[in-house]
């Protein structure tokens, strides 16, 4: 008997269901008035544009991965701050046709009002972060120490929030301050401190699998009694940017158990024979750049659950 493998999905078409909204990688569907059916697809973006081509298996492997930490870090581990799952099966929601599209890719969750914050956690200096702490010598309005390097440790973890964006649009880094002027002092401050104390406790549990967690955003919702709720994707390498350990070096990035690959090789890309100017069409994707990142996604998972 042959081995074949996984088809990949790029778009969900479940029709039992009313389409809420159609995002970078989850499609959702509501269930009643009460919960949603989030499926995570094998849509990949990056630089907040979604590619052509789909990474096979990867809606499978951000799910348990998700599911993983809601466990370490929800009611059933730490109890830092309650989640959105219900403990519903996701394929009883569907019909049988169906099942297919939802089995081991999808999670039922509570319908929340979502906070159009994206919480951005950073223990190191990457990426944008290290761009903007060249230019003076802060991140997201939060002063550093000078003679910081790219990929340097900071003192402590520091909380860099963004402005969530429409579909196709980049997100946009704002201060906490300007957060406070969104959504209010105390809900502000709640999701600041709330969101440290889970990276905190994930790095932590991270270092001891041989993983560097360098920086990840959460996003949170509030139910109708006006908790805070974490909601979304949890600590997957589509949020969270992953090293591996034995190849830290301050001074520059080590290779990342994330799509940080896909970015490299973006950066390089060209469309009609120029530079890719990271807005739509993505480029194509060579069958080297998905195996690749499909890789990067499960040996991510194969280490933290080993």
């Not at 297919?100 to 999808?106: K, T």
């Amino acid at each position: 008997m042959t081995m074949t493998a996984p088809t990949a999905l790029h778009t969900s078409t479940i029709t039992s269901l009313p389409l809420l909204a159609r995002g970078k990688v989850r499609d959702n569907y509501a269930v009643g008035d009460d919960r949603i059916l989030m499926v995570a697809s094998d849509r990949i973006s990056a630089f907040d544009v979604i590619m052509g081509q789909p990474i096979p298996g990867k809606g499978e492997l951000l799910t348990k991965m998700a599911l993983f930490w809601f466990d370490k870090l929800g009611p059933n581990g730490a109890n830092i701050c309650p989640i959105h799952l219900t403990g519903d099966a996701p394929d009883s929601v569907v019909t049988v046709a169906e099942v297919p599209q939802v089995v081991g890719r999808s999670m039922l969750v509570k319908r929340l009002k979502p906070i159009l914050v994206e919480a951005v956690v950073r223990g190191y200096l990457a990426g944008s972060g290290w761009k903007e702490y060249q230019e003076n010598s802060a991140v997201c309005g939060v002063k550093l120490p000078a003679g910081l390097k790219n990929a340097s440790k900071l003192p402590t973890p520091i909380y860099t929030p963004a402005a969530k964006a429409e579909q196709g649009d980049h997100d946009e880094n704002i201060t906490f301050e300007k957060t406070v002027e969104m959504i209010g002092v105390d809900l502000a401050t709640r999701i600041r401190d709330t969101s440290i104390a889970l990276y905190q406790a994930a790095a932590d549990f991270a270092a001891t699998k041989g993983i560097i967690i360098a920086d990840t955003k959460f996003e949170f919702g509030l139910d109708k009694d006006g908790s805070l709720i974490l909601m979304d994707e949890v600590l997957t390498p589509d949020s969270s940017r992953y090293w591996p350990a034995e190849s830290y070096q301050e001074g520059s990035n080590p290779p990342s158990f994330d799509k940080q690959f896909l970015r490299d090789w973006l950066e390089t890309a060209q469309v009609a024979g120029k530079p890719w100017s990271k807005t739509p069409p993505a480029p194509h994707l060579p069958r080297e750049v998905i195996e690749k990142t499909s890789a990067k996604y499960q040996e991510a998972l194969t280490r933290l659950t080993a």
